[in-house]
Nanobody, 119 residues
Framework: QVRLVESGGGLVQAGGSLRLSCAASARTLSSYHMGWFRQAPGKEREFVARITWNAGITYYADSVKGRFTISRDNAKKTVYLQINSLKLEDTAVYYC????????????WGQGTQVTVSS
């Protein structure tokens, strides 16, 4: 069982930056690939970024490429999402998720952290 707790969200002006954190309770975070997703009001949850267990490979949604950076510190059992050049359309609840590398679906989800971008 893995418990994930996101933090770092808040209200920020367009063009600003935030760093989201996701702390995991797993015995070892290196057993899992990690991802960030978001859900805007009235919209379905969408993929944002993912990172392999050893941080060797990262992948981003086109809408955030070049502005968002996913990283991880397995020793600290924490995954990060650096968000730069925030846009109004980045407003959403951001969730981190974990999955066993051999599985196709994410098995564990955090409760989310709200990011609100103002003009």
């Amino acid at each position: 069982q893995v418990r994930l707790v996101e933090s770092g969200g808040g209200l920020v002006q367009a063009g600003g930056s935030l760093r989201l954190s996701c702390a995991a309770s797993a015995r070892t975070l290196s057993s899992y690939h990690m991802g960030w997703f978001r859900q805007a009001p009235g919209k379905e949850r969408e993929f944002v970024a993912r990172i392999t267990w050893n941080a060797g490979i990262t992948y981003y949604a086109d809408s955030v490429k070049g502005r968002f950076t996913i990283s991880r510190d397995n020793a600290k059992k924490t995954v990060y999402l650096q968000i730069n050049s925030l846009k109004l359309e980045d407003t959403a609840v951001y969730y981190c998720a974990a999955k066993v590398p051999t599985m196709s679906e994410y098995d564990y989800w955090g409760q989310g952290t709200q990011v609100t971008v103002s003009s």
